[in-house]
């Protein structure tokens, strides 16, 4: 229960101070959202009457203020540009960016755990070394480059899907499903990169240890040493590394949510920070501070689920 | 299992010789292999049967049925956000693309830059132009049912000219003092100041007087009814079945997609997710030009090069003036827009017709060694430095400022360029005027006043800070002019104060290139911005 408050605690002051540097960067930038939305050709008069709509008359402090008071409460504010509930627009967006999360931390478990445990079966054979150079070109690709060109090839030259077409969950789930296979493909590749390499790794110096080589040769066959011992103790780093990749691909990635034309959170997040609109801005940065603390806390009971030895502290 | 070999061993040797086996046992390569290979076929077969799975949801054929020109759906690609559905708040270009399929005004306009009746069916302007009055057309019905009466316009147009509350949302319209109804089906506006050139502004929307909040439920008179937005994502108009013209409109669904770029945008284009798509880059339309009909037009923008006529060294007029000669106009378009679009020579475009000054042509000559002499004799023989900001998100400037930094270096000004963000460009250049230089093109509604009405010295918009009272007093004579061609005449000597004062570089139309599917018909450029899909329809 310690553990528990503990946690919480650390969320609410990461989320605080999360919300604290957004504020500020706001109060440092140039620029005005009321004139963002009516463009160079509204008139100052136009101006100000949405300035006042909008309740940006209040000073930046002030509005901050309010805008944590509410967040307490549950009430992340209205956007300035869009004029619904912000918790609306990121609940809508929600749904899209955690598919395309969930659905490439699946493939890059179910790919990259086999490509890790061949390749640690014969360290700097043929297959190890093949795998280690693909690893590194895929990582070494920008995820924009790599959304293009898969665009480009699987999209439009092979047609195996059609470019830029997104199906919204609320016309079709299957399609939905669907339409979000090929960018989460794009976003796992370069995780399926790093975390083989982990796996890799990890399995080779569990190998090494005297246990192992006790288990084979009380005549355990391969297969049953590999799933039985040596994986479930090579876990700990490995699941820091998907911890990793979790909180990053939670964010949405950016790049592949354009290239693709996905509408996910990360596009959300750059559209409100291009128009300063400050309680999308700030509800989305809360999202992510939250989402991330959640992250790290599942991880660390994995960690202890795994090992043991590990406490929760 | 002790293999044979160990056994005979001692102990600790016993341990190292099995393990020696366990690692390399010529078992586990066959089993190695075929476990790879194994792992490999499911991940194919998997990857196949996903996208198989997904075939059934790509894109069906959005074309009607039996090859009828009437039904179907059309994706249009925008790629600027939609923020506004009220018709009188929405200023910015990008909500009025759309919109204008939404909502009408008294009078419309058409693609060669005429203004002709829509929901009014005749329109006198009094001698004085003090009055204007318009005969309502009957039978029209607003897409919540309602038939549209002279009321609904007495408060659609007191709305837009903010006659209660002070504030005019159409800030044209501020000159209106009362619009009443002056017999049956006839509305009259009056005028606190004569002004015979107020038509083109009466497109303002006419809309329900019942409905309170536009932006989330707009509703007008137009060809298409407003259905959904969703944010990011596009905004979905269908098709008004009791339009009042008929014939139009064909489709049944629009969808205006939104994009956030133009590559993205492009790839699109090409995988048949769109179907149309404005503002295309010429190099980008010579690629596609077998596969779409590529259509262009006059788009009305002017392109400027802007000096800051309140920063020095922009505030001698001589600067300016050797500024404009080192700028080689046909190189700059060439490069920007593989040639297709027109070189100006002052603040305004051929495409508005008899308004433009076509004597200003060439008047401006690319002349580099002039361009230093005229430097020298302003104080500069060395050149300077400047800086020009530019808004990083639209690419068409950021190139231009490379084009003309590399232009201006062949007399000696170092020109380097600041990119900045759009909020920050529209707070620091366009508000505050924090500024050298900077580079944007300007828009504006489909009337002349509109369009040089930003460089009367206390005009709100007037960024590059131009100040020529010459130029405020012939201004000022246009709008109580009731001649027609005397008021030309006075248009055109505006356009001949800023080409003479230098008051910036002017230097193109870019043309406005549209990429439709060839599956499609009846599309139409328009020179202002917006997208008209009342007369699309497939073949």
């Known amino acids: 229960m310690n553990y528990f408050l503990k946690r919480t605690f650390q969320l609410l002051c990461t989320v605080f101070l999360v919300s604290l540097i957004t504020f500020a960067a706001f109060y440092v930038i140039p620029g ?103 690893g590194h070109i895929f990582f070494a690709f920008p995820p924009f480059v790599l959304a293009l060109l898969m665009t480009l090839f699987l999209g439009l030259t092979l047609k195996l899907f059609v470019a830029g077409e997104y199906i919204s969950y609320t016309d079709s789930i299957p399609g939905f499903i669907a339409s979000l296979f090929y960018p989460s493909i794009a976003v796992a590749i370069p995780k399926i990169a790093i975390s083989q390499k982990f796996i890799r790794a990890s399995i080779i110096v569990e190998k090494e240890k005297d246990y192992i080589r006790t288990a084979k040769s009380h005549g355990l066959s391969d297969t049953k040493v590999m799933f039985r011992h040596i994986l479930p103790n090579s876990l700990v780093p490995i699941i820091t590394v998907f911890s990793i990749i979790a909180s990053e691909i939670l964010g949405g990635i950016l790049v592949v949510e354009m290239v693709f034309n996905i509408p996910g959170i990360s596009r959300l997040l750059i559209t409100s920070i291009n128009a300063r609109d400050f309680p999308l801005t700030e509800g989305i940065v809360l999202y992510l501070a939250v989402m991330t603390v959640i992250v790290y806390f599942i991880a660390d009971i994995l960690h202890s689920l795994v090992d043991p030895r590990i406490r929760l502290r | 299992m002790i293999l044979r070999q160990c056994i005979g061993r001692p102990s600790a040797e016993r341990d190292f010789c099995m393990s020696r086996f366990a690692a390399e046992s010529g078992n586990g390569r066959i089993a190695y292999m075929l476990r ?271 000096l800051n006529n309140r920063e020095s060294p922009f505030d001698d007029p001589k600067v300016r003036e050797a500024i404009n000669y080192a700028i080689d106009r046909t190189e700059l378009i060439r490069l920007l827009v593989d040639g297709e679009g027109t070189p100006i020579f002052s603040g305004m475009s051929p495409a508005m017709g008899t308004y433009y000054n076509a004597s200003l042509e060439n008047i401006f000559t690319y002349d580099p060694d002039r361009a230093i002499a005229l430097l020298a004799e302003a104080g500069y023989p060395e050149g300077f430095e400047a800086t020009v900001k530019v808004p990083s998100n639209y690419q068409h ?71 020529n009272p010459e130029y405020d007093a012939v201004f000022s004579r246009i709008q109580s002019e009731p001649d027609e061609t005397e008021r030309i005449k006075l248009y055109l000597k505006l356009q001949e104060f800023l080409a003479d004062d230098s008051a910036s570089v002017f230097f193109e139309d870019p043309r406005n290139i549209v990429a439709v599917s060839n599956e499609l018909s009846g599309y139409v450029v328009y020179p202002i911005y917006v997208q008209d899909m009342s007369t699309v329809h497939y073949n």
């Open chain 2, 397 to 467: 400037h950021v190139n231009a400022a490379t084009v003309i930094a590399d232009q201006l270096s062949r007399v000696g000004i170092d020109l380097s360029i600041v990119s900045v963000d759009w909020a920050t460009w529209l707070s620091e250049v366009y508000s505050e005027r924090e500024f050298q230089s900077t580079i944007i093109a300007l828009t504006s509604d489909f009337a002349p006043r509109d369009v040089l009405s930003r460089y009367v010295s206390d005009a709100q918009n007037n960024f590059i800070n131009y100040a």
């Open chain 2, 36 to 306: 790879v290979v194994s792992i490999l076929f499911v991940l194919c077969f998997v990857a196949h049967t996903l996208s198989a799975c997904t075939a059934p949801f790509r894109a069906k054929s959005r074309a009607p049925e039996g090859g009828c020109i009437y039904g179907g759906e059309v994706v249009i690609g925008i790629t600027q956000e939609p923020g506004i559905f009220d018709p009188h708040t929405s200023v910015a270009a990008g909500d009025e693309e759309i919109l204008f399929n939404i909502f009408e005004g008294l009078v419309k306009c058409t693609p060669s830059g005429e203004f002709v009746p829509a929901l009014a069916t005749d329109f006198t302007i009094s001698d004085d132009a003090m009055t204007y009055t318009f005969t309502i057309r009957t039978g029209v019905i607003f897409h919540n049912g309602e038939t549209m009466t002279p009321e609904d316009v007495v408060f659609s147009l007191s709305r837009a000219a903010g006659l209660e509350t002070g504030i005019p949302l159409v800030s044209e319209l501020s000159g209106i003092e009362a619009v009443e109804i002056s017999g049956e089906n006839e509305v009259r506006v009056i005028l606190d100041a004569p002004d015979a050139e107020l038509l083109p502004f009466f497109t303002a929307a006419i809309v329900p007087r019942f409905v309170s909040d536009f932006n989330d439920t707009p509703i007008g008179t137009g060809p298409f009814r407003f259905l959904s937005y969703r944010v990011c994502e596009s905004v979905v108009l269908v098709r008004n079945n009791a339009y009042w013209q008929s014939g139009i409109p064909y489709l049944d669904k629009v969808t205006f997609k939104i994009t956030t770029d133009m590559n993205t945008a492009f790839m699109q284009l090409r995988s048949g997710s769109i179907d149309i798509f404005p503002y295309l880059d010429p190099e980008k339309a010579s690629q596609i030009r077998s596969d779409f009909q590529i259509l262009s037009g006059e788009s009305n923008l002017v392109h400027i090069f802007a």
């Open chain 1, 32 to 134: 005005d959202p009321a004139r963002v939305i009516l463009g160079p050709e509204a008139s100052d008069g136009q101006i100000d009457a949405l300035r006042v709509e909008l309740g940006l008359d209040k000073p930046l402090t002030t509005r901050y203020f309010e805008w944590i008071a509410g967040a307490f409460r549950g009430d992340l504010g209205r956007s300035l540009t869009f004029r619904q509930p912000v918790s609306r627009l990121i609940a809508q967006k929600l749904p899209v960016t955690l598919s395309i999360a969930a659905m490439s931390i699946l493939m890059t478990v179910l790919v990259a755990f086999p490509l890790g445990i061949v390749a640690s079966g014969r360290p700097g054979k043929f297959l190890d070394q093949l795998f280690s150079v693909l």
